[in-house]
């Protein structure tokens, strides 16, 4: 699978310091190692009827902080797979940040986008040109750049995707190039 | 080379630990750099396992690059409460069996390296946010997800980006009643909880020697809530003494250089120190023990990786001794390894627990993450010495979860509210 370059849907505002325990408790996530039943529980802290409510194709865009706490990879693979195609925030926790990378789902940070941005707004994403799009009168706001390699695994469609096609991992390539 | 790099003035215990470990070893990194480090040591538990083994089946690879180095961690859920994890604990146990990797069944993962396997200067990756507990004894021990770690069990490699450094200055001694979980609470309150995202804390200063390896651990531990990378300690005499009391010698001795660059510094002078609770729903939103004091509680829980440990425990052993918790206020206390329970046992403090009304459980992530053993329903309130107090994190939504040092706790069980421990010490 590898992820479409475009991406369009209608955003879900969230504000600041949106923690892994409110994406999906740890009761839920520790029962089932089925990422469709994960889906089940995406954003219950805030409301247990989101994944109801979710459209495939929409998208996140969050304030400072998003996914803190927990090094859970459930969480992201909830919001992946309760059809969301994208996170937007201000910033993210470190690991979160990390974990939606390496299971494909793109995390852009925009600082101020919350700013820009109202509940339900159409939005575009751009995997080429790392920014997003406020359809309503086509303003576009850049993400902050990440490297070069994060972009690939993204394009690739996550870790098991890159691995199946590379037979080794993006990181085991950086070594032989010695960056820094 | 690597000497080069050690003696370099210039460099954060961060920057100098991953220059020195990183493929090559040969030029000193800084901030925003990209590099790869080799793994001496992995962990993941029954919440994370199950799903990095899902993951690693799906690669396709056949095994892991180091069995012995891979260790999977039953801890959050153990003894499994239903047939639900019993089955994840089972896919755990069968992937150990399988790859001839380590398993360990009943011991917090942090607490379990911490007493087994670290050494300073150790590279550890564990896939719990916890793991940034390693610090404490001068490794690079950081937290990452389940993907990762798969990659990481058959490359024996990952990508880390050298972090900016926060540079935290402890000073004087502590008043009876305060605690090392009442300076990371203040310094939480202080910086807010992403104050420390992507960043290394390196703890130092005179103050730094009133710290026990525990006491250490728990700030490592616990410095994971302010979104560290890194939360760490130099060796000094007491990590020499502890390492020499568990028959280990460092891997490599780190130490920030004395012109080293620090994106912030802190001061945090103990003697000032009052205990420390945070409230509700956000583990920055901490004030004294004296503002917060008299908040009626229906759960006290004692215990966690983050403060589950010996001395916890004693403290604990000391407010509570003779005296019965409050009708009306569940106290549950869980150690933080089957060792500590065990020493427990051995010096009679798992009598004072029982005699006092408390629960003595097993050593679990149990109660701290609503999981079993002391789950919170609707609007209840509890006060609670693990490390996290976010919505839904004990169980019910609605649920209230305060946070405070091991002797707060303690002190507020036997009067079923808040309550200052000074005045039972």
Redesign the interface.
């Known amino acids: 699978m590898t992820a479409t370059e475009v991406l369009q849907g209608r955003s879900w505002l969230w504000g600041d310091?949106v923690?892994t325990?409110?994406i999906i408790?740890?009761?839920f996530?520790?029962?089932?190692?089925d990422p469709v039943e994960m889906a089940k529980y995406c954003m219950?802290?805030f409301d247990?009827e989101f994944y109801k409510k979710v459209k495939k194709g929409d998208i996140f865009v969050a304030g400072?902080?998003f996914g803190?706490?927990?090094?859970?990879?459930?969480a992201p693979?909830a919001i992946k797979y309760s059809g969301v195609t994208a996170v937007v925030a201000e910033?993210f926790?470190?690991?979160f940040y990390?974990?939606s990378f390496?299971?494909g789902l793109p995390a852009l940070e925009v600082p101020g986008i919350t700013k820009e941005i109202e509940q339900f707004d159409e939005i575009e994403v751009n995997l080429v040109d790392w920014s997003v799009k406020r359809l309503k009168d086509g303003r576009v706001f850049p993400a902050l750049e990440v490297?070069g390699?994060l972009r690939e695994l993204l394009r690739e469609g996550?870790?098991?995707e890159y691995?199946?096609a590379h037979k080794?991992?993006?990181?085991?390539r950086?070594?032989a190039t010695?960056?820094? | 080379m690597q000497q080069s790099i050690l003696n370099d003035d210039s460099l954060t215990f961060a920057e100098k630990i991953i220059s020195a470990r990183?493929?090559?070893g040969e030029?000193p990194?800084h901030p925003g750099?990209?590099?790869?480090l080799d793994a001496d040591l992995v962990m993941a538990q029954?919440?994370?396992g199950?799903?990095a083994i899902?993951?690693f089946n799906?690669?396709?690879?056949e095994k892991l690059w180091d069995p012995s180095r891979v260790h999977l961690v039953i801890d959050?859920?153990f003894p499994a409460s239903?047939e639900?994890?019993a089955n994840?604990h089972n896919?755990v146990r069968q992937f150990v069996k399988k790859m001839g990797c380590r398993l360990v069944e009943g011991s917090i993962s942090h607490q379990h390296l911490l007493e087994n396997h670290l050494v300073p200067g150790m590279v550890l990756f564990?896939?719990?946010?916890h793991?940034s507990q390693g610090g404490a004894l001068g490794a690079f021990a950081t937290?990452?997800?389940?993907?990762?770690m798969?990659?990481v069990w058959?490359?024996g490699?990952?990508?880390v980006r050298?972090p900016e450094s926060i540079k935290i200055n402890l000073l004087g001694s502590f008043r009876k009643g305060v605690s090392a979980r009442d300076v990371i609470a203040r310094f939480i309150g202080e910086v807010g909880?992403?104050g420390g995202?992507?960043k290394s804390l390196e703890w130092n200063g005179p103050g730094v020697r009133e710290l026990s390896i525990a006491s250490r651990a728990c700030i490592s531990n616990n410095s994971m809530?302010c979104?560290c990378?890194l939360s760490v300690f130099e060796p000094d005499t007491t990590t020499r003494e502890y390492l020499h009391t568990v028959n280990r010698a460092p891997l490599m001795e780190v130490y920030a250089g004395k012109k080293a660059t620090y994106k912030e510094e802190f001061e945090i002078d103990l003697e000032k120190l009052e205990p420390q609770v945070a409230q509700p729903g956000?583990v920055d939103k901490v004030k004294t023990v004296t503002e917060l004091q008299g908040q009626p509680l229906d759960q006290v829980f004692i215990g966690s990786s983050t403060n589950g440990r010996y001395e916890d425990l004693a403290v604990v052993a000391s407010i509570l001794k003779d005296h019965k918790v409050k009708a009306g206020t569940r106290c549950i206390i869980t150690p933080a390894s089957r060792a500590i329970f065990e020493q427990a046992i051995d010096t009679g403090l798992a009598e004072v627990f029982m005699k006092s009304g408390a629960v003595f459980t097993n050593a679990t992530c149990g109660a701290c993450?609503?999981?079993h053993l002391g789950?919170l329903g609707e609007n209840e309130i509890c006060i609670s010495s693990s490390p996290?107090n976010?919505?839904?994190?004990m169980?019910a939504?609605s649920a209230q979860i305060y946070l405070a040092s091991p002797a707060t706790c303690a002190a507020s069980a036997l009067e079923g509210k808040i309550a200052d421990p000074r005045e039972y010490l």
């Not at chain 1, 803190?68 to 459930?74: D, H, K, L, M, V």
């Not at chain 2, 564990?126 to 946010?129: I, K, T, V, Y």
């Open positions: 310091d923690n325990d409110i408790p740890f009761r996530k520790a029962r089932t190692n219950y802290g247990p400072k902080n803190g706490g927990s090094s859970r990879e459930q693979v910033s926790a470190r690991i990390r974990n390496a299971i490297t390699f996550g870790l098991v691995y199946k080794s991992f993006p990181w085991e950086l070594a010695t960056i820094g | 990183a493929e090559g030029k990194l750099d990209i590099t790869v029954d919440s994370t199950p799903l899902k993951v799906e690669m396709g690879v959050h859920t239903d639900k994890v994840l896919l564990g896939a719990d946010s793991t937290g990452i997800g389940s993907s990762e798969a990659g058959a490359s490699k990952l990508w050298v909880e992403d995202n992507y809530e979104g990378k956000n993450v609503g999981t789950a996290r976010y919505v839904g994190r169980g939504t």
